[in-house]
């Protein structure tokens, strides 16, 4: 099944506004149970780039829980390429419920050493199963050019003039692609959910022209102990916030941001009259790391 575009919708959240301000959600997490939200706008160019160069085979980077690389498997298998997935660590006895997903889309799993993953090996028995110049290579997260390209497709699905358009941020491909698609005059937000990765600001500034670079701010005060970390009081806040309005988060990407975006709010970080839109990137995959009962979505 493909993504359907007509999935996503804007949501008012008034358990986030006050009246100084509006904020708005994009419902990127309802385009698909699977291929999620950000995901898919990130891996489109990838997938016309590879079908212009006759690849067969998406090859790509991800950890257990990785919305990626689910997200991989299932684009892969909607547009007729074949899938593999380099997957961070040791094989596990029993499969996280994202590989099992991503290995019934079909993707072909191999696991490699922390150190073989940080330095992005491709491990040579996958060439036993496909040819080298079949493979199509999408770097971790869908990073780069194209996926900022892709994800500037995002901002096509408002027509609202909003003054703040706030995201979470990983390898800051989204948010480049937002800054991408901004008018001069718009600010994007980025909530990075890694601790002290300032990496990020000279990473997203490579994928932008120089005139964009001053509208984008990075805020890394909501990483609640870094990546995949938590805290009692995210999970709190989730739930809450699940309470007031009905739309699910995860731990890892935006819980954060929209823990961020009321704290923003109550701090009272946007001038009067702003127009905030919260992009909600989807991704739950997270969520199934955590024991059953500790959301109560
Ligand atoms: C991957 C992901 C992000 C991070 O996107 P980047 O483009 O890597 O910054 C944010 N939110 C969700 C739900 C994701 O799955």
């Known amino acids: 099944m493909k993504p359907d575009l007509s999935n996503i919708k804007v949501q008012q959240v008034p358990f986030l506004q006050n009246f100084r301000t509006t904020v708005d959600v994009l419902r990127l997490d309802l385009l ?52 593999v997935g380099i997957i961070r660590g040791e094989e596990p006895q029993k499969y996280s419920p994202t590989l099992l997903q991503a290995a019934a889309y079909g993707m072909k799993l191999f696991f490699v050493n922390r150190e073989a993953y940080r330095n992005k090996q491709v491990p040579p028995h ?109 999970i709190a806040f989730m739930n809450q916030f699940y309470e007031h309005t009905t739309i699910p988060t995860d731990f890892v990407y935006t819980g954060k941001l929209f823990f961020a975006v009321k704290d923003l709010l109550q701090k009272k970080y946007f001038p009067d009259g702003s127009r905030v839109l919260v992009i909600h990137s989807g991704g739950l995959q997270g969520n199934r790391s955590l024991s059953k009962g500790t959301l109560i979505f």
Do not use: C
């Open 32 to 83: 698909h149970p699977v291929i999620s939200g950000n995901k898919w706008f990130k891996l489109n160019r990838y997938i016309d780039d590879a079908r212009a160069k006759n690849k067969t085979t998406l090859l790509t980077f991800g950890g257990a829980y990785s919305n990626h690389i689910v997200a991989t498997a299932a684009a892969a298998a909607a547009q007729g390429f074949q899938s």
């Open 126 to 234: 996958v060439y036993d199963l496909v040819a080298e110049d079949e493979i199509y290579r999408i770097e971790e997260g869908g990073f780069g050019e194209k996926g900022a390209e892709g994800a500037a497709e995002i901002l096509q699905l408002t027509h609202e003039n909003y003054s703040h358009i706030i995201t979470a941020v990983g390898t800051g491909t989204t948010a480049a692609g937002l800054l991408k698609a901004a008018a001069p005059e718009q600010k994007i937000i980025g909530i990075s959910v890694m601790k002290n990765n300032l990496a990020l600001q000279p990473q997203i500034e490579s994928m932008v022209n120089q005139e964009k670079r001053q509208q984008l701010t990075l805020l890394h005060d909501y990483h609640f102990g870094g990546y995949a970390k938590k805290t009692s009081e995210l």
